[in-house]
């Protein structure tokens, strides 16, 4: 079965980190950009950071910046979300999205500004930020 699984979520108390992984199981991640969406409750989807299929460019929501980092350690490897300095409004289910195509080997997808166009989205992991 084809899939992306998430892990790492979990309880935190604001200011706290977690780090967020996403494999692949029954292919392989290299030639696919990867990107992370979250959910609030009662909220729409919303994109939080991409990377393209190489690693080297990423993007960040705004609301993101300066405290999560997207990364991967080969473009076979797991891609990983690194949340630092985690905040209430961080709260939601977190999903994990995978991008094949060409164009994104040294551009990352456009998962800020569209929510289609992805070849595969995992299940998601709970993050709960709450004192």
């Known amino acids: 079965q084809l899939q992306l699984v998430e892990s790492g979520g979990g309880l935190v108390q604001p200011g706290g980190s977690l780090r967020l992984s996403c494999s692949a199981t029954g292919f392989s991640l290299d030639h696919y950009a990867l990107g992370w969406f979250r959910q609030a409750p009662g909220k729409e989807r919303e994109g939080v950071s991409c990377i393209s299929v190489r690693g080297g460019s990423t993007d960040y929501a705004d609301s993101v910046k300066g405290r999560f980092t997207i990364s991967r350690d080969s473009a076979k490897g797991p891609v990983y979300l690194q949340m630092n300095n985690l905040k209430p409004e961080d709260t939601g289910v977190y999903y994990c999205?995978?991008?094949?195509?060409?164009?994104?080997?040294?551009?990352?997808?456009?998962?800020?500004?569209?929510?289609?166009?992805?070849?595969?989205w995992g299940k998601g992991t709970l993050v709960t930020v709450s004192s």
């Open positions: 999205v995978a991008y094949y195509d060409s164009s994104y080997y040294y551009t990352p997808p456009p998962c800020l500004h569209q929510n289609y166009g992805m070849d595969y």
